[in-house]
């Protein structure tokens, strides 16, 4: 541990939350900050208690910081775009495009490039999409843009579903989840097991210079992979767990929590990887089962009806625990 | 129209969406009560000073601190702290150590020389305190900073009361005390020694003053009947501990018996020990968990050697014998004789079976109720002759330090509203900041500082300090590990985890405003909260 941790922690509050009037205005994090940029601002119509819209906010808030506000960002189609543009008005504060579902990755390395040409390659490029437009609609742009090392930061904000068009399963979809196309109904209720992907290690597998995966209940950690990201040149992907009120049925104040049990759980594992190698992972710190997680989505209601929790759930657990191992999720035992 | 090609509309903002319209509960912040706050006696507002001290304003702190209390340095050595009792943190690991960081601001104080502000007005009212002990002192204290002319009378030879007379010094050091009964008196408070006031109406009425506190507190030995020999040495606690501050150092030869279960026993016991008797026993006739002190002290005396002798009486006090008889408890806990006698070397004994309030002042004072020996006063601290009030040990109450400091207060305020001809309200309290309206996530583990004590060998021959204090890196931490439950402390949560950005900020120590044009009422700000400072409260449709 090295020094300024070390101190740290002996600042008793404040280490996990936004800010912390007891430490430097430096060592906060760009939300705690008066002045930050709020490149999603007011009045955009996201559902209440949206993650996504706080995960946009804090991911492109700490790019700006970090390059000196010389961002353009890319937007595939989806909620976030949706929610946030409805033509001609815009929450953006950020010069922001969109132009089709299935191509932010291509428009993106198009920015890129557009940019270098023009001799002003500070100008950095971002597309963002959501699970949708990442793992399914998007993904042959998105492939294309990493095995050719664009100097583009793609962000997926992942809601496990098309949220936007009424809850429809996507390829990010856990299993066991309730969603309009996979209702709970039949012998398998719900999304079903064994299928799906983990972008992240798809990234990986291209052996790109960035791969982190995030989560709007670690607000610290977030800034730092996104300032990371834009430190670097190259093709760089994170994903960002950002819970879903209205797909997940959750209620709009547990969007955090919920992010957190999901980390906690192991359901979501956090880690970062550089050239195709995993390099760091951040630690579970309370550990809880994932009935904890489950319990207040009302997608995952089939497994506890009536009283009993049905099998299943014992399946997603055993997911966790593979997660927990995979990236070694659990802290090494402290001396007492 | 000079658009780019296929642009036929100006961009306009989101900003002209007010999505606040889609609320159904809004969010406010509030303040809760912090249950130490709620806990403690003297009515400190722990949390707040607790809040600066954080930060390093040790002054700052001090001063929050002393809105209340004007003995923080004693209170942080001989407070029972039922604040640490009611600590939520006590949940998460272990309670805050208050106390110590209360002594740490006391000893600060002390050392940089900090003094009270002295009053901006005078009132020209002119208050009587009886008794300069710790109830006294805190009235006198927050009268005279209420701006009215103070006087005490004060019947021993020396301010503090059961502070110094009742209290060791090796739990309370004389300098401390007497530094800070110093700077209460610098207010201006003028104390008369050796003062005894014999009739309470007289002495008002004689001394022209407007209003009189009773604060004799209560010091008379309570006499048990033994049946005694005649060269028998039977002494009592109160008497034994009182000598104590003379130059005459009580004789209680080589073997002491301590009859009795309370604090008191404790203290005479220890100082037994420390005054080089061979054996200190004390004997009590119900069981260690039934005896009055508190377990810390019975602890520590025990740590020194004191040796305790439980479900026993004394029967009988010869010349250098005792008879105890063994007793047991009943089913409904009281100690019954057995008839075993046994019989234990003893060069004297020394009675500690609790205090009487010596009441004769008021003997002759009409209107005024005394109950089971002790004062009855009303809500206000007023007892039933009008401009007389009473507080500390002498009405009902718990007989500590912190509660006579407490009635102090209370009655100040209420004799300030007396005077003006108006009656003292105290502001409603806030709901209580209990333990399931916070959100511990945010908070770092971190244990409690144990603060060092001397070693048992020093504890059982010198009447050195026994429990030492923090020192600034110790009682910054200590402070650090507050929750600070129910009150905002800044963290940026709410501002940062707006999912609609409508929370304003509005810099360091201003706290934050909710920006209602565009909060939608998720909810999330008041499910992150640390501490339970934002409330969702219902919008009327």
Redesign the interface.
């Known amino acids: 541990m090295n020094e300024i941790t070390q101190k740290l922690k002996f600042y008793q509050k404040g280490t996990h939350t936004v800010g912390n009037r007891l430490v430097s205005e430096r060592d906060r994090s760009v939300q705690a900050s008066i002045d930050r940029s709020n490149a999603l601002t007011c009045g955009h119509r996201a559902c209440q208690g949206c993650g996504e819209a706080l995960g946009a906010r804090y991911a492109i808030d700490a790019a700006m910081r970090a390059t000196n506000d010389n961002i353009i960002a890319v937007n595939a189609t989806g909620c976030l775009e949706v929610f946030t543009t409805p033509y001609p008005e815009t929450s953006w504060q950020v010069p922001w495009m969109h132009s089709l579902f299935g191509n932010a990755a291509a428009v993106a390395s198009g920015v890129a490039a557009a940019m270098r040409v023009k001799n002003r390659s500070e100008v950095r490029a971002i597309a963002q999409a959501g699970d949708g437009g990442t793992t399914d609609i998007g993904f042959q742009c998105l492939s294309g843009m990493f095995e050719r090392n664009d100097d583009v930061l793609y962000i997926c904000y992942d809601n496990e579903g098309y949220m936007n068009t009424g809850v429809q399963r996507s390829s990010a979809t856990p299993p066991a989840a309730r969603t309009a196309t996979t209702p709970a109904v039949g012998a398998e209720p719900g999304n079903v097991f064994g299928t799906g992907k983990s972008l992240p290690k798809i990234a990986m597998a291209h052996g790109i210079p960035y791969v982190a995966t995030a989560t709007v209940a670690d607000l610290l950690d977030l800034e730092r992979k996104v300032a990371k990201a834009m430190s670097i040149h190259g093709a760089r992907y994170i994903h960002i767990h950002v819970p879903c009120p209205l797909g997940w049925g959750s209620a709009s104040h547990d969007t955090i929590r919920l992010a957190r049990l999901a980390v906690e759980s192991g359901f979501f594992p956090m880690f970062e990887a550089e050239w195709g190698k995993l390099t760091a992972s951040r630690k579970i710190r309370r550990k809880v089962p994932v009935e904890e997680y489950l319990k207040l989505q009302r997608r995952f209601a089939h497994l506890f009806k009536n009283g009993r929790t049905d099998p299943r759930v014992a399946r997603l657990q055993a997911i966790c625990d593979r997660n927990i191992e995979e990236y070694d999720l659990m802290p090494a035992a402290v001396e007492p | 129209m000079d658009h780019p090609f296929a642009i036929t509309?100006?961009?306009?903002?989101?900003?002209?969406?007010?999505?606040g319209s889609?609320r159904n509960s809004r969010p406010e912040y509030v303040d809760r009560l912090p249950p130490c706050n709620h806990a403690c006696p003297a009515g400190e507002n722990i949390q707040a000073w607790l809040f600066d001290a954080?930060?390093g304003k040790y002054e700052a702190a001090w001063r929050t601190l002393t809105q209340d209390n004007p003995m923080p340095a004693v209170m942080g050595r001989v407070c029972y702290h039922p604040c640490e009792g009611a600590c939520n943190r006590a949940e998460l690991d272990e309670a805050v150590g208050i106390n110590s960081v209360e002594r740490f601001l006391g000893d600060y104080a002390l050392k940089q020389g900090f003094a009270f502000v002295q009053p901006e007005q005078e009132t020209g009212k002119k208050v009587l305190v009886i008794g300069a002990g710790p109830s006294g002192l805190s009235a006198a204290y927050h009268l005279r900073r209420m701006g009215h002319a103070v006087t005490i009378y004060e019947a021993g030879p020396m301010a503090g009361g059961m502070m110094r007379f009742g209290i060791p010094k090796y739990r309370l050091p004389r300098e401390v005390l007497d530094a800070e009964i110093k700077r209460i008196l610098d207010l201006g408070i003028e104390l008369h020694l050796n003062r005894k006031v014999d009739d309470v109406r007289e002495t008002k009425e004689a001394g022209g003053f407007d209003a009189v506190f009773l604060a004799v507190g209560a010091h008379i030995a309570k006499r048990a009947y033994i049946p005694a020999g005649g060269a028998a040495r039977v002494l009592d606690a109160v008497a034994v501990l009182r000598s104590m501050e003379g130059e005459e150092k009580p004789l209680l030869g080589r073997r002491v018996v301590v009859y009795g279960g309370g604090n008191t026993a404790m203290d005479v016991a220890r100082t037994a020990k420390r005054l080089g008797a061979e054996e200190a026993i004390v004997v009590y006739r119900r069981t260690r968990n039934r005896m009055p002190a508190r377990d810390f002290e019975i602890e520590e005396a025990i740590e020194e050697g004191v040796l305790m002798k439980w479900l026993s009486t004394i029967k009988h006090v010869g010349e250098s014998a005792i008879t105890v008889e063994k007793m047991v408890l009943d089913e409904k806990g009281f100690p019954q004789p057995t008839g075993e006698l046994e019989t234990l070397e003893a060069d004297s004994v020394i009675l500690a079976l609790g205090q009487d309030v010596d009441l004769s002042l008021i003997e002759n004072v009409s209107g005024i109720e005394v109950k089971d020996g002790v004062v009855q006063v009303g809500g206000n601290m007023m007892t039933g002759f009008a401009g007389v009030f009473a507080g500390g040990d002498m009405v009902p109450s718990e007989r500590t330090v912190t509660v006579a400091i407490g009635h102090g207060k209370k009655a100040a305020r209420h004799i300030d509203g007396w005077l003006r001809g108006e009656n003292y309200a105290a502001a409603s309290k806030h709901e209580i900041a209990s333990f399931d309206k916070l959100n511990t996530?945010?908070?770092?583990d971190?244990p409690k500082t144990v603060r060092p004590m001397l070693s048992i060998v020093r504890r059982r021959s010198t009447f050195d300090e026994v429990q030492g204090g923090l020192d600034e890196t110790n009682a910054?931490?200590e402070a650090?590990?507050?929750?600070?439950c129910g009150n905002c402390?800044?963290?940026?949560?709410c501002?940062?985890?707006?999912?609609?950005?409508?929370v304003i900020?509005l810099?360091?120590g201003m706290r934050f405003i909710f920006?209602l044009?565009?909060c939608?009422?998720?909810?999330?700000c008041?499910?992150?909260c640390?501490c339970g400072a934002i409330k969702?409260v219902p919008e009327t449709i």
């Open positions: 509309l100006d961009t306009g903002t989101s900003l002209a969406n007010r999505t889609w954080e930060s996530w945010y908070y770092e971190a910054l931490y650090r590990r507050c929750l600070s402390f800044e963290c940026d949560n501002y940062g985890m707006c999912p609609d950005n409508a900020k810099g360091a920006n044009d565009y939608k009422g998720c909810g999330v008041a499910a992150e640390p969702m």
